[in-house]
């Protein structure tokens, strides 16, 4: 490190939501803020996942599917451009994929799906 501090860009909701585009795609994930224009044609599941979350929050949906920590700590940060400035994501909607998502998961759990009877000596 250089020593200096750089200080974060903060965003509000209504500027993450503004940039919901295939040329313009920001997501914000544990409220960090990326900016994913550019990776767009290269991400491995497609185009559609990204813009399906498009100016939105898609944590839950990132986690599903990214569940190994070098991706985080790899493949984000060049993205990265800062943090929301409300914390508090009370009246923020959620992409729609990541409320499907938590659907699903509220069933498999209902339906007793992350139990196990195995037991561990």
């Known amino acids: 490190m250089d020593g200096k501090t750089h200080e974060c860009r903060k965003y509000t909701w209504e500027e ?4 919901n ?9 544990d409220g960090k803020v ?4 550019k990776w767009l044609k290269f991400h491995p599941g497609g185009v559609l996942p990204l813009l399906y979350s498009a100016g939105q929050d898609c944590s ?5 599917f990214h569940p190994f920590s070098w991706i ?6 060049p993205f990265y451009i800062g943090d929301i400035s409300e914390p508090d994501k009370e009246g923020v909607k959620e992409s729609e994929i990541s409320s499907e998502l938590d659907k699903i998961q509220e069933e ?9 009877h195995c037991k561990l000596i």
């Open 60 to 64: 839950s949906v990132f986690k599903a």
């Open 72 to 77: 985080r700590e790899k493949r984000l940060p």
């Open 21 to 29: 585009t295939a040329t313009d795609c920001w997501v914000v994930i």
């Open 34 to 37: 990326y900016n994913v224009s």
């Open 16 to 19: 993450v939501r503004r940039h």
């Open 108 to 116: 498999i759990v209902k339906e007793g799906g992350y139990e196990t």
